[in-house]
Nanobody
Framework: VQLQASGGGLVQAGGSLRLSCAASGRTISNYAMGWFRQAPGKEREFVAAFSRSGGATSYADSVKERFTISKDNAKNTMYVQMNSLKPEDTAVYYC????????????????????WGQGTLVTVSS
């Protein structure tokens, strides 16, 4: 499966953005999918993810109550709605997918995912 992330940009603190991850080659309905981010000079970190079943989600504590992950199987696209953005949310955001994990578990570790999008930059100004 090929993944294409988009939707990043420059936004003021308190604003909102919605990132998209469009998949091609395979249907995402059978994939565990997630969002990760990497800020300048920092390691990549987990943001949010779905289980393969789509019935379970997990969020990093730093984004809980502000970010919402969703997916549209008909459009073969995953989203993350990001509200109340903070300067510390500034990072390159990556989407990832794998079908080599059990159905009902959400994976927060990046090394579990086999497929990655190219990343989209989110910059939050103070």
């Amino acid at each position: 499966v090929q993944l294409q992330a988009s939707g990043g940009g420059l936004v003021q603190a308190g604003g909102s953005l919605r990132l998209s991850c469009a998949a091609s080659g395979r249907t995402i309905s059978n994939y565990a999918m997630g969002w990760f981010r990497q800020a300048p000079g920092k390691e990549r970190e987990f943001v949010a993810a779905f289980s393969r079943s789509g019935g379970a989600t997990s969020y990093a504590d730093s984004v809980k109550e502000r970010f919402t992950i969703s997916k549209d199987n008909a459009k073969n696209t995953m989203y993350v709605q990001m509200n109340s953005l903070k300067p510390e949310d500034t990072a390159v955001y990556y989407c990832a997918a794998t079908d080599k994990v059990p159905y009902h578990i959400v994976y927060r570790m990046g090394n579990v995912y086999d497929y990655w999008g190219q990343g989209t930059l989110v910059t939050v100004s103070s």
